[in-house]
C-alpha cells in the first residue's frame, strides 16, 4: 500500500441503508454497507475524509437515464399493492431477483444520491476521490430492474461527470458484467466502459470481447471475458495493461470505478479467487494516475467478505496502512474465527490460461489502437423504443448556473442540485450537446 498521501476523499454514507432488506433469502444484504462503515470508524479512517450524508435526489433527476413511467412505478410499488400492478410488476422485471419490498424508492434514492453527490463534489473541485459503497449497482435499465439492481446510479454519476468532462472512464471489476453502464453509452465516444467479468453461462450473459460498441461509440467498448478461478497474479497481468492502454488513447477527465466484490474467492455467488490485496491493486492502480475518481461498491454476496474488501480499499485510496487485527466494532463476531482483515484464498483451479488471457488481452489493445482520439458526438441511451424499453426523458446537459455557485460554501447540499433545473420538457433532443 502506499504510504500516505494528501489525497483530497470524500465518503457518502447514510445509516438508514442497513435498514432495507430484500427477503429472506435473498442474498443481497444491504447490511453490508453498515457493516463496512462500522469497520471504517472503527479504524479511525474516517479522520482522514469528509463524511458526508447525501440528500436524497429527486425522482425528476433519475429520469436524466431512466424512463418516466419506470421511475414512477417505483416510487408506488409496495408489498401491500403488488397485486394491482401484475403487468407493470411483469414489464419491468420487478418481483424475483429484483423484489418488491418496504422502502424500495427510499433505498433507490439513497444509493443513487450519494453517487450523483460525490459526482458534483468531484465537478466542483472539491474532492479528488468520492467513496460511496452503497452505489454501484450497474444492471439497471432504462425501463428495466435487472441483477438485483433499480436504478442505476453508475449511468446517473456518469452524465453528471459529463457536464464537466469531455470523456468519462467507467471501469467494472464487479465478476458480473456490466451490461447496464455498456448499454447505456454504447453509441458514444465521451464514455469508455471497461469490464473484467466472468462469461459464458453466467449472468448477465454479456461481454463477449468482440462487443466493442456502435456508430460513435465503436471502440469504446472494451470487455474482457474470463474463466472460472482468476487469481491475483492473472487479474493483475491483465487490468494493469489494458488499463494503462486505456488512459494514454482515451485520457479521461474522470473515472468511475465500480469495485463489486463479488469477485472476490469465497463469494456467495461468485467463481473468481482474488484475495483482498488482488481485488485493491485494481484501486491502487487507478489512483496512481490521479484523475478524479468515483468509487462504487456493487456486488458482494458473502457478508463477512464485503466489508473487509471495502474498507481495505477505503484505505487504499486514503494511502493508509491498517492492521491486519480486525479492530473491535459492532459486528465482530461476524468476522470470526480469526477476526482478520485478510482471508487466505482457496485452491481452486484457474481455468485461464497464460494463452487465453495473452490472445485475449491482444484482441483488446488492436481495438485500443482505433479510440478516436478527439470526442464529438450524441449520447444515445437505450435501445429502439419498445414496451420493455419505453422513449426516455429528454434532458440536455447544461452548465453550472449562478443559482449553483451561490451555494458553493455549503458542499452538504451540493446533492440537491439537481432539484433546482428547469421542468424538462419532452420534446427535447435526448442528448449531450457539445458546443
Same mark, same amino acid.
Given at each position: 500500500?502506499?504510504?500516505?498521501? =494528501?489525497?483530497?476523499?470524500?465518503?457518502?454514507?447514510?445509516?438508514?441503508?442497513?435498514?432495507?432488506?430484500?427477503?429472506?433469502?435473498?442474498?443481497?444484504?444491504?447490511?453490508?454497507?453498515?457493516?463496512?462503515?462500522?469497520?471504517?470508524?472503527?479504524?479511525?479512517?474516517?479522520?482522514?475524509?469528509?463524511?458526508?450524508?447525501?440528500?436524497?435526489?429527486?425522482?425528476?433527476?433519475?429520469?436524466?437515464?431512466?424512463?418516466?413511467?419506470?421511475?414512477?412505478?417505483?416510487?408506488?410499488?409496495?408489498?401491500?399493492?403488488?397485486?394491482?400492478?401484475?403487468?407493470?410488476?411483469?414489464?419491468?422485471?420487478?418481483?424475483?431477483?429484483?423484489?418488491?419490498?418496504?422502502?424500495?424508492?427510499?433505498?433507490?434514492?439513497?444509493?443513487?444520491?450519494? =453517487?450523483?453527490?460525490?459526482?458534483?463534489?468531484?465537478?466542483?473541485?472539491?474532492?479528488?476521490?468520492?467513496?460511496?459503497?452503497?452505489?454501484?449497482?450497474?444492471?439497471?435499465?432504462?425501463?428495466?430492474?435487472?441483477?438485483?439492481?433499480?436504478?442505476?446510479?453508475?449511468?446517473?454519476?456518469?452524465?453528471?461527470?459529463?457536464?464537466?468532462?469531455?470523456?468519462?472512464?467507467?471501469?467494472?471489476?464487479?465478476?458480473?458484467?456490466?451490461?447496464?453502464?455498456?448499454?447505456?453509452?454504447?453509441?458514444?465516444?465521451?464514455?469508455?466502459?471497461? +469490464?473484467?467479468?466472468?462469461?459464458?453461462?453466467?449472468?448477465?450473459?454479456?461481454?463477449?470481447?468482440?462487443?466493442?460498441?456502435?456508430?460513435?461509440?465503436?471502440?469504446?467498448?472494451?470487455?474482457?471475458?474470463?474463466?472460472?478461478?482468476?487469481?491475483?497474479?492473472?487479474?493483475?497481468?491483465?487490468?494493469?495493461?489494458?488499463?494503462?492502454?486505456?488512459?494514454?488513447?482515451?485520457?479521461?477527465?474522470?473515472?468511475?470505478?465500480?469495485?463489486?466484490?463479488? +469477485?472476490? =474467492?469465497?463469494?456467495?455467488?461468485?467463481?473468481?479467487?482474488?484475495?483482498?490485496?488482488?481485488?485493491?491493486?485494481?484501486?491502487?492502480?487507478?489512483? +496512481?494516475?490521479?484523475?478524479?475518481?468515483?468509487?462504487?461498491?456493487?456486488?458482494?454476496?458473502?457478508?463477512?467478505?464485503?466489508?473487509?474488501?471495502?474498507?481495505?480499499?477505503?484505505?487504499?485510496?486514503?494511502?493508509?496502512?491498517?492492521?491486519?487485527?480486525?479492530?473491535?466494532?459492532?459486528?465482530?463476531?461476524?468476522?470470526?474465527?480469526?477476526?482478520?482483515?485478510?482471508?487466505?484464498?482457496?485452491?481452486?483451479?484457474?481455468?485461464? +490460461?497464460?494463452?487465453?488471457?495473452?490472445?485475449?488481452?491482444?484482441?483488446?489493445?488492436?481495438?485500443?489502437?482505433?479510440?478516436?482520439?478527439?470526442?464529438?458526438?450524441?449520447?444515445?441511451?437505450?435501445?429502439?423504443? =419498445?414496451?420493455?424499453?419505453?422513449?426516455?426523458?429528454?434532458?440536455?446537459?447544461?452548465?453550472?448556473?449562478?443559482?449553483?455557485?451561490?451555494?458553493?460554501?455549503?458542499?452538504?447540499?451540493?446533492?440537491?442540485?439537481?432539484?433546482?433545473?428547469?421542468?424538462?420538457?419532452?420534446?427535447?433532443?435526448?442528448?449531450?450537446?457539445?458546443?
Amino acid at each position: 500500500m502506499t504510504t500516505k498521501d =494528501s489525497r483530497r476523499v470524500s465518503y457518502f454514507y447514510d445509516a438508514e441503508v442497513g435498514n432495507y432488506h430484500y427477503g429472506q433469502g435473498h442474498p443481497m444484504k444491504p447490511h453490508r454497507v453498515r457493516m463496512t462503515h462500522n469497520l471504517v470508524v472503527n479504524y479511525g479512517l474516517y479522520r482522514r475524509m469528509e463524511v458526508f450524508r447525501p440528500n436524497h435526489v429527486s425522482p425528476t433527476a433519475m429520469t436524466r437515464f431512466h424512463s418516466d413511467d419506470y421511475i414512477n412505478f417505483l416510487r408506488v410499488i409496495t408489498p401491500d399493492n403488488m397485486q394491482d400492478y401484475i403487468r407493470q410488476l411483469q414489464r419491468f422485471n420487478v418481483g424475483e431477483d429484483c423484489p418488491v419490498f418496504d422502502g424500495l424508492f427510499e433505498f433507490c434514492q439513497l444509493y443513487t444520491s450519494g =453517487s450523483i453527490g460525490g459526482a458534483v463534489r468531484l465537478n466542483d473541485n472539491q474532492a479528488d476521490a468520492v467513496i460511496n459503497w452503497a452505489g454501484g449497482l450497474h444492471h439497471a435499465k432504462k425501463a428495466e430492474a435487472s441483477g438485483f439492481c433499480y436504478v442505476n446510479d453508475c449511468v446517473l454519476a456518469i452524465l453528471e461527470l459529463l457536464k464537466k468532462h469531455q470523456r468519462v472512464l467507467y471501469i467494472d471489476i464487479d465478476i458480473h458484467h456490466g451490461d447496464g453502464v455498456e448499454e447505456a453509452f454504447y453509441c458514444t465516444n465521451r464514455v469508455m466502459t471497461v +469490464s473484467f467479468h466472468k462469461f459464458g453461462e453466467y449472468f448477465p450473459g454479456t461481454g463477449d470481447v468482440l462487443d466493442v460498441g456502435y456508430g460513435e461509440g465503436k471502440n469504446c467498448a472494451i470487455n474482457f471475458p474470463l474463466n472460472d478461478g482468476m487469481d491475483d497474479e492473472s487479474y493483475k497481468k491483465i487490468f494493469r495493461p489494458v488499463i494503462g492502454k486505456v488512459m494514454e488513447v482515451f485520457a479521461p477527465g474522470a473515472v468511475v470505478l465500480q469495485c463489486g466484490a463479488d +469477485s472476490l =474467492s469465497g463469494d456467495r455467488l461468485g467463481c473468481f479467487n482474488l484475495s483482498l490485496k488482488g481485488h485493491a491493486d485494481c484501486v491502487e492502480y487507478v489512483k +496512481s494516475f490521479n484523475v478524479p475518481t468515483l468509487l462504487l461498491g456493487g456486488g458482494g454476496y458473502t457478508l463477512r467478505n464485503v466489508p473487509r474488501c471495502w474498507t481495505y480499499e477505503t484505505a487504499v485510496m486514503l494511502g493508509e496502512d491498517v492492521k491486519d487485527e480486525l479492530p473491535f466494532n459492532d459486528y465482530f463476531e461476524y468476522f470470526g474465527p480469526d477476526h482478520r482483515l485478510h482471508l487466505p484464498v482457496s485452491n481452486m483451479e484457474n481455468l485461464n +490460461s497464460p494463452e487465453y488471457l495473452e490472445h485475449t488481452m491482444i484482441q483488446i489493445m488492436e481495438v485500443l489502437k482505433n479510440v478516436e482520439p478527439v470526442p464529438g458526438c450524441q449520447i444515445q441511451t437505450g435501445q429502439v423504443e =419498445s414496451q420493455l424499453n419505453p422513449r426516455a426523458l429528454n434532458v440536455e446537459i447544461d452548465e453550472p448556473d449562478t443559482e449553483e455557485a451561490a451555494i458553493d460554501d455549503q458542499p452538504d447540499k451540493r446533492v440537491l442540485l439537481i432539484q433546482l433545473t428547469q421542468e424538462l420538457s419532452r420534446d427535447m433532443t435526448w442528448g449531450l450537446k457539445i458546443n
